[in-house]
Structures are given as C-alpha cells and as structure tokens.
C-alpha cells in the first residue's frame, strides 16, 4: 500500500522561507511524476509546481505563475523525498500543502494522480 508522508510545514512570517518534504512508502519517485498542491480555506485546491520522472535526460519541473521565482521542486533520488522550498513566502501563500505522485493523464496541474498525501499546514503572518 502505498503512502505519501508531509513533513516540513509550520508558522513563518511575510517574507521568510519554508522547506516541505514528502517521503514515499511502497513507491519509487524517480519513476513518477510528483507534484505539491496546496489548497487554501475556502478556495479549491490547485497545483503548485511539479517533477517528472527521472529519464535519461533528467527531469522536467513546471509551476504555477503564482510561485515562479520564489517556490523550487525538487527530488533527492538517493532518499527517495520530494520537496518543495518555499521562499519569499507571502500571506496567500497560507494553505494546506499537498503531496501527489503517480500522474494518470498528462495533465500535471490536474487533479489526476493516484497517490496523495495527508497534508501540512502551511501559515505565512503579515
């Protein structure tokens, strides 16, 4: 069975920095794409930026214009953990952070992967 596993959230204030994790049970990310989704009180959840596979060539990563430049993905192959480090954080960034993996159809923004984790809470102070 596999299980996806948020660690890394917390309060931090406009401005500052937070390093989310994500370790896998029963899965091997290199072989996936992964992706972080947040979901905000009241409002859907939306993607956050996300990973493929491990290829030959490497690795693609795409995200959400609302966090180019401040958020980076990124996977530690050799530890088997996706993370996603959360600078410049601002008030709206303030959600529950999701871990996802295993995409179905290609649409890395979508709701389509078959695993997902628990959550972490994410709180940015102005």
């Given amino acids: 069975q596999v299980q996806l596993v948020e660690s890394g959230g917390g309060l931090v204030q406009a401005g500052g920095s ?3 994790s994500c370790a896998p049970s029963g899965l091997t990310f290199s072989r996936t794409t992964t992706a972080w989704f947040r979901e905000a009180p009241g409002k859907e959840r939306e ?3 996300a990973i493929t596979a491990t290829t030959w060539s490497g690795s693609s990563t795409y995200y959400a214009d609302s966090v180019k430049g401040r958020f980076t993905i990124s996977r530690d192959n ?3 953990t996706l993370y996603l480090q959360m600078n410049s954080l601002k008030p ?3 959600a529950v952070y999701y871990c996802a993996a295993t995409l179905t159809d290609g649409n890395w ?3 389509g992967y078959k695993y997902w984790g628990q959550g972490t809470q994410v709180t940015v102070s102005s």
Wanted: glycine share 6%.
């Fill in 92 to 94: 709206e960034d303030t």
């Fill in 18 to 20: 937070l390093r989310l």
């Fill in 109 to 111: 923004r979508g709701r």
């Fill in 78 to 80: 050799t530890k088997n």
């Fill in 47 to 49: 993607s956050v930026a």
